[in-house]
C-alpha cells in the first residue's frame, strides 16, 4: 500500500522559511516524478514544483521560483521542499504526490498518490 506523509508545517512570519519534507512508502522515489502541490481556502488546488526521476531536472511555478527548492533523497525515500522569504499568499495546505510520468507535468489528474497534506500559514 503506498502512502506519502507530509510533515513540517506551521505557522511563520513574513519573510521566514519552513522546510516541508513527503516520507514515501510503498513506492521507490527514484522511479516517480514527485512534485508538491497546494491549496488555499476557497481556492484551487495548484502546482509548486516538481523533480523528475527520468533525467534530473526541477521545475516550479512562477509565483515560487526563486524562493523554494524541491529536493529529493533516494536513500531515504523521501522529498522536501526549502520554502524561504515566505509570503502571506504561501498560506495554504501543501500536498505531496507521486507520478510514473517521467516528464514534468503541472497537471494533477496525472499524479496516482496524494498525500493528506500539511499546513503552512504565514503570518504578517
Known amino acids: 500500500q503506498v502512502q506519502l506523509v507530509e510533515s513540517g508545517g506551521g505557522e511563520v512570519q513574513v519573510g521566514g522559511s519552513l522546510r516541508l519534507s513527503c516520507a514515501a512508502s510503498?513506492?521507490?522515489?527514484?522511479?516517480?516524478?514527485m512534485a508538491w502541490f497546494r491549496q488555499a481556502p476557497g481556492s484551487e488546488r495548484e502546482f509548486v514544483a516538481a523533480?523528475?526521476?527520468?533525467?534530473?531536472?526541477?521545475y516550479y511555478a512562477n509565483s515560487v521560483k526563486g524562493r523554494f527548492t524541491i529536493s529529493r533523497d533516494n536513500a531515504e525515500n523521501t522529498v522536501s521542499l526549502q520554502m524561504n522569504s515566505l509570503k502571506p499568499e504561501d498560506t495554504a495546505l501543501y500536498y505531496c504526490?507521486?507520478?510514473?510520468?517521467?516528464?514534468?507535468?503541472?497537471?494533477?489528474?496525472?499524479?496516482?498518490?496524494w498525500g493528506q497534506g500539511t499546513q503552512v500559514t504565514v503570518s504578517s
Open positions: 510503498g513506492l521507490k522515489i527514484s522511479t516517480y516524478t
Open positions: 504526490a507521486a507520478t510514473r510520468f517521467g516528464g514534468i507535468t503541472e497537471d494533477e489528474n496525472r499524479f496516482n498518490y
Open positions: 523533480i523528475r526521476w527520468s533525467v534530473l531536472g526541477t
